[in-house]
């Protein structure tokens, strides 16, 4: 097995006044040689915009977009005609594809919105642009981690790469055995609070792991985490 460790306090951050960023992989004003991405996984960003603030209208292309929001309320708006605000329990993709045009605002004038930002390099490319939001919480059951995303139809939502995410809560403590589902792939496991051991390592709150030449391997959870991993292509 193989892994590589990054601490909560050893990302890129930036105050931008109405948006307070932590940046886990390169991005924007944020670069590390050491941390262009992990695999198929090119951005993990963990944003908190002030209320009525947001992203203006911008262009992406060729890229997988994941928004998972963590408190409050989250807008979208992009040029294929789609408007949507949606809240902790749902996620929102993106295949960007040839090209899209898109922003995205905090939808309360009053609480702050938190939410991850998350990047996957595409299977294929120049593919038509699409747009969709899922209630995953239904899968959301307390104490398991659930499979919320795949690309082979089996949960709600999809994305145009071999990627598989899955969250959980945990109130109390236990280990999980976590098998690859398919060859090749590594796992990013992301630490939203709480802590855990893997791979005889100890992290906590925003701390972050790559996994990979493995086929399987132990997660030990403490009380009060919740998790979200992220499997991709190495």
Sequence with gaps: ?????????????????????????????????????????????????????????????????????????????????????????????????????????????????????IWVFPRVENTKPEYNNFDIRPLLKPNELALILSPNGKTPASIKQDAWFSMGSFDTEKTIEYKMHQEGNGVYIFVLEGEITVAEERLSKRDGIGVWDTKEFPIHILKGTQLLLIEVPM
Excluded: C
């Design 1 to 117: 097995m193989k892994k590589v460790i990054d601490r909560a306090s050893s990302r890129g951050y930036f105050n931008h006044g109405w948006l307070k960023t932590h940046h886990t992989f390169s991005f924007a004003n944020y670069y590390n040689p050491e941390r262009i991405h992990f695999g198929a996984l090119r951005v993990l960003n963990d944003d908190s915009v002030d209320p009525s603030m947001g992203f203006d209208t911008h262009p992406h292309k060729n890229m997988e977009v994941i928004s998972i929001p963590l408190k409050g309320y989250l807008k979208h708006g992009d040029s294929v005609q789609n408007t949507k605000t949606i809240t902790p329990g749902d996620i929102q993709v993106m295949s960007t594809g040839s090209g899209i045009y898109h922003s995205e605002y905090n939808g309360s004038d009053k609480e702050q919105l938190e939410f991850l930002q």
